[in-house]
């Protein structure tokens, strides 16, 4: 059912530490105290109580501490050492600041952070912190649905408590391992601030009006589907064609999350029926025409901010391995001894090329590993880019190959909208309603507040 009344508050996650030191610009209140509190605060766990310091002042609690803005249009509070994109190849700590109140929460000897604000607001900072601020205004729109879809559809998964949403799900035995993990469900707080949800990094990121005016024209618009809000779904580059839900969370059809061509029409002398491996070969090794196959810098830089321009190659790329490395991966990061990796087979591909089951033959055992996330975690020291890839063996003694080249196409999932094919849509002068309903074939657009 559709979410009906005011404007949500939303609780994002955005750190847990042992000791948490933030500062207070303007006055902010805790309820039932008469003080405003402002300046640079260490809160630490002492003798089972949260207790925030500064210099000769504390201020104590059992369970939590909320700091409430005097005024939410200007008071922020800023945090030093902010880790984002955890476990991914751009891996770094920020300094951030965030408008909205703070909440200190104790749980298992630890604090966690939490931003508690108005939807709208955290939007704002989602698309400024997701891509650059500085992008079309038509992108911008397009992507705050999306946004303001998926985590609206999260707020009513975590209400909906009889639905029984799986968010991890495995299958282990003497043949097999196939994993998947969706955006698990938070229990202290709505969603997290990193990319396992959505990018949010506060204010920082909101450096033009643009960013300020899609919320603002926006606003209340959200994908349904069937009276249902679209558990919307994005990634930087499809590669092509786009994936379907089921083939990388749990086994659940969509209509709204099909799979697509990223273009005006099907590409020419390409055979996507990707069950027959050349045809799977042919397509990663060749560049057809999609609106994501771009290297204009000047979309590229709307979509991809700073850290995410380290990766030049997304919509075709490769990546070489000795025996020796690709042999210690496997094996390190499946926890598993397979040996010298004679072969990588796939055994089962979706819509978009992607590697859904992988078989992987050692000389010491031969297992299958999916779904596409295990592929690409496995097969990089952080996170492939992509499972569609095909394997290329070289230099092969006694059967063993001494070189494996990994020839790729797309960057993440594939699932949804594909950022940059809409940022390019957007610049050639595609309206945001038709860049939604080009990536959300079976949704409708809905204002709902």
């Not at 707020?155 to 043949?175: C, G, R, Y």
């Not at 209340?220 to 990388?248: A, H, M, P």
């Not at 295990?374 to 003694?397: C, G, N, P, Q």
Request: net charge neutral; with cysteine.
């Amino acid at each position: 059912m559709l979410f009906t009344g005011s404007i949500p508050r939303i609780n994002v996650g955005i750190l847990t530490e042992k000791q948490i030191i933030f500062e207070l610009y303007g006055d902010f209140k805790i309820y039932g105290m008469k003080k405003n509190f402002s300046g640079r605060f260490t809160a630490v766990l002492s003798n089972d109580r949260i207790v925030c310091s500064r210099g000769k002042d504390k201020i104590e609690s059992i369970n939590e501490l909320i700091f409430e803005p005097g005024d939410p249009a200007i008071d922020s509070f800023f945090i030093p050492g902010i880790t984002i994109g955890e476990h991914f190849h751009w891996q770094r700590k920020e300094k951030q600041r965030f408008m909205g109140s703070l909440k200190l929460l104790k749980h298992e000897a630890k604090i966690v952070v939490i931003n508690i604000l108005p939807i709208e607001d955290y939007l704002l900072s989602v698309i400024s912190s997701e891509m650059s601020s500085k992008s079309s205004l038509q992108l911008l729109k397009a992507h705050a649905v999306v946004s303001r879809s998926w985590t609206l559809a999260q707020l009513q998964k975590k209400e909906n408590l009889s639905n029984n949403i799986n968010t991890v799900s495995q299958t282990i035995n003497s043949e097999e391992i196939l994993k998947w993990s969706d955006r698990r469900q938070h229990e202290l707080f709505d969603v997290c601030a990193d990319d396992h949800c959505q990018r949010y990094h506060g204010i920082g990121k909101i450096t033009t009006t643009t960013a300020k005016q899609a919320i603002y024209e926006s606003r209340g618009l959200v994908l349904t589907s069937n009276d249902n809000i679209c558990d919307s779904r994005y990634s930087k580059s499809c590669g092509g064609i786009s994936e379907v839900f089921e083939n990388v969370w749990e086994p659940i059809k969509y209509e709204y999350l099909s799979s697509i061509f990223d273009y005006k029409f099907e590409p020419e002398n390409y055979n996507t029926d990707f069950s027959v491996e050349q045809n799977a070969r042919k397509w990663i090794a060749g560049s057809p025409p999609a609106f994501c196959n771009t290297s204009d810098n000047i979309i590229l830089n709307q979509i991809l901010i700073d850290y995410d321009r380290q990766t030049k190659d997304f919509y075709r790329w490769k990546v070489e391995y000795t025996q020796d490395e690709i042999k210690e991966l496997i094996n390190s990061k499946s926890g598993i001894d397979f040996g010298k990796i004679k072969d990588l087979i796939p055994v089962e591909r979706g819509y978009s090329a992607r590697i859904i089951r992988l078989k992987v033959v050692g000389t010491q055992k031969t297992l299958t590993i999916g779904k596409e996330l295990e592929i690409r975690r496995i097969l990089s020291t952080t996170h492939l880019y992509s499972s569609a890839i095909f394997f290329e063996k070289k230099d092969i003694v006694d059967e063993i190959p001494q070189k494996f080249i990994i020839h790729g196409a797309g960057w993440g999932h594939g699932v949804g909208m594909c950022q940059i094919g809409a940022a390019v849509m957007a610049a050639q002068g595609y309206q945001f309603d038709e860049i939604l309903l080009h990536y959300f074939r079976n949704a409708k657009i809905q204002k709902i507040y």
